[in-house]
């Protein structure tokens, strides 16, 4: 089931955002090539979700806005996937959807997702096409019970499949196939 989080509103405690997070060489080359990506990555402030997005959905972002995350598990025979779909409603009727996918046999995939899922809250880094920070977003995380049921039954999905057969691509293909956005 979705969960809708929300930024502090206006009566709430703020906490002050963190500096920009300096992405790993590797992390650039990836995001360098895409339009629209959304990925974990691992910080001093826990795990974080880095987004880049066009310049032009970015400067439109109003400073608070709702953000609903949900978290499904996807299983299939060659391999679980779980898939993290984060809408960003910041325009009535059509909100900024995007994706992530966790491959519970990348061991640093499975440390970023169990760190995340013990947190309270997590960031939303928002990068620009040249992958300048152009803002961070704190949401509460209230998914951490759902997120460990997750990861738990992904690893064993994954214990019954045989490593040489084991192919995460694959399956990821076949939940981009059937799932929409």
Known sequence: MPGREEEPSAGQKRQEQPGPFELPL??????????YAMVTE???QGTVFVVKIPDSDLAGMPEHVAIEV???LHQHE???VIRTVVKIHD?????LALESFINVADEQQW????QLADQEEFLLLFYDESLSHRGTKRVRNTAGAEMGRILTYADRIKSAIPDENYDFDAAKAAVLQRTAL
Do not use: C, I, T, W
């Open 42 to 44: 691992m910080s001093d």
């Open 91 to 95: 325009q009535p009727g059509h909100p």
């Open 111 to 114: 440390a970023e997702y169990a």
């Open 26 to 35: 590797v992390l650039a080359e990836f995001l360098a090539g895409r339009q």
């Open 78 to 80: 060659l391999a679980p």
């Open 70 to 72: 949900r978290h499904d």
